[in-house]
Nanobody, 117 residues
Framework: QVRLVESGGGLVQAGGSLRLSCVAT????????MGWYRQAPGKQRELVAT???????NYADSVKGRFTISRDNAKNTVNLQMNSLKPEDTAVYYC???????????WGQGTQVTVSS
């Protein structure tokens, strides 16, 4: 029903920045909200940030003030600007999107973010 294609990620030193991007493609459905989750080794997947079509955002406390989520509704894309990265931000980051018509959540394949100390 929708395919989420992620880009960005990689290896960065603590204090550095990275930008993740995700496009929702191969769909005729409206997706809302879109967002990012992450999963570190041995831990459960957790919310990073979400954004609605109207621009309402929600952030995990651990990333507030450092990460910024943005969205382009016309292009069906969502971005995550990550600044002041910390080693504890190391995880696989997953793009998510909910199809409004079905209320079903879909996930990207994940992209690795590694922050070295």
């Amino acid at each position: 029903q929708v395919r989420l294609v992620e880009s960005g990620g990689g290896l960065v030193q603590a204090g550095g920045s990275l930008r993740l991007s995700c496009v929702a493609t191969d769909t005729i459905f409206t997706v809302d909200p879109m967002g990012w989750y992450r999963q570190a080794p041995g831990k459960q997947r957790e919310l990073v940030a979400t954004i609605t079509r109207s621009g309402s955002t929600n952030y995990a406390d651990s990333v507030k003030g450092r990460f910024t989520i943005s969205r382009d509704n016309a292009k069906n894309t969502v971005n995550l600007q990550m600044n002041s990265l910390k080693p504890e931000d190391t995880a696989v980051y997953y793009c998510s999107a909910r199809i409004v018509a079905t209320l079903r959540d879909h996930w990207g394949q994940g992209t690795q973010v590694t922050v070295s100390s």
